[in-house]
């Protein structure tokens, strides 16, 4: 399953950081950039860690492990990031999408009960359509 790498970890926290200061000045389109390339990044770690399994599901075989959950809960995070973001520029089928893969992920890991899941769904409800 997925082998942590540091180098890519650091790069991946480095753009999401970067990419919510960016949020924060309204500077959306910036964002969005950076939440792309960390999220980028996540999928070609997850990848090169071998086993094929995707980002989100390898942990399903190995439900001990903490560090897959613990990525897989980022990558949400980032989903969800990206999801606001395109919100924001009026992307409305796209931020769809990211937010609703973001739901899946949450309700995977988290259960349907948990805060970062009604998050998720408050800022599917946030869409303007």
């Known amino acids: 399953c997925q082998t942590s790498d ?3 970890e650091r790069r991946a926290r480095t753009l999401n950081s970067l990419g919510v200061k960016k949020a924060k ?3 959306w389109k ?3 950039d950076l939440w792309m390339e960390e999220l980028m990044l996540r999928r070609e770690a997850s990848e090169r860690g071998g086993g094929g ?6 942990d399903e075989r ?3 492990n903490t560090t897959n959950t613990t990525t897989s809960l980022e990558v949400a995070n980032t989903l969800n990031d990206i999801g606001i973001a395109l919100g924001k520029l009026h992307r ?3 931020a769809m999408l990211y937010l609703n893969e973001a ?3 949450r309700t ?3 259960g349907e009960d948990s805060l970062a899941v009604a998050a998720t769904l408050h800022n599917l409800g946030n869409i303007e359509l």
């Open 53 to 58: 399994g995707g980002y989100y599901d390898c």
């Open 108 to 110: 995977l890991k988290l």
């Open 103 to 105: 739901l899946y992920v």
């Open 30 to 32: 910036e964002a969005l």
């Open 62 to 64: 190995d439900a001990s």
């Open 6 to 8: 540091p180098v890519f």
């Open 25 to 27: 000045r309204g500077r």
């Open 92 to 94: 409305v089928h796209d």
